[in-house]
Nanobody, 113 residues
Framework: QVQLVESGGGMVESGGSLRLSCAAS????????MKWFRQAPGKERELVAT???????WSADSVKGRFTITRDNAQNMVYLQMIRLKPEDTAVYYC???????WGQGTQVTVSS
């Protein structure tokens, strides 16, 4: 079955960097658009970045120029490289596959000021 397992979160200071990983199984990511979402405490889940099957990417204005989504089809992995992190980036980050309703457990990112 479809599984998405996020990892790589942690606690960093403002201005720091993290690289999130999403290990996909049960399907080949090469056939799907992939996305990263995040949910901050008390807020709705929001779309952060997407990458389609042709490696065309999109990112939210709030992270543009700081977050980069990539994919490794051979390893069936999706990544989110985050630089110049800000306290407002604090959230649980989730990997998502297009046309699949399920969510992974997410990975917590905490940015201290």
């Amino acid at each position: 079955q479809v599984q998405l397992v996020e990892s790589g979160g942690g606690m960093v200071e403002s201005g720091g960097s993290l690289r999130l990983s999403c290990a996909a199984s049960g399907f080949a990511i090469t056939n799907y658009d992939m996305k990263w979402f995040r949910q901050a405490p008390g807020k709705e889940r929001e779309l952060v970045a997407t990458i389609d099957t042709e490696d065309i990417t999109w990112s939210a204005d709030s992270v543009k120029g700081r977050f980069t989504i990539t994919r490794d089809n051979a390893q069936n992995m999706v990544y989110l490289q985050m630089i110049r992190l800000k306290p407002e980036d604090t959230a649980v980050y989730y990997c998502k596959r297009r046309n699949y309703d399920g969510w992974g457990q997410g990975t917590q990112v905490t940015v201290s000021s």
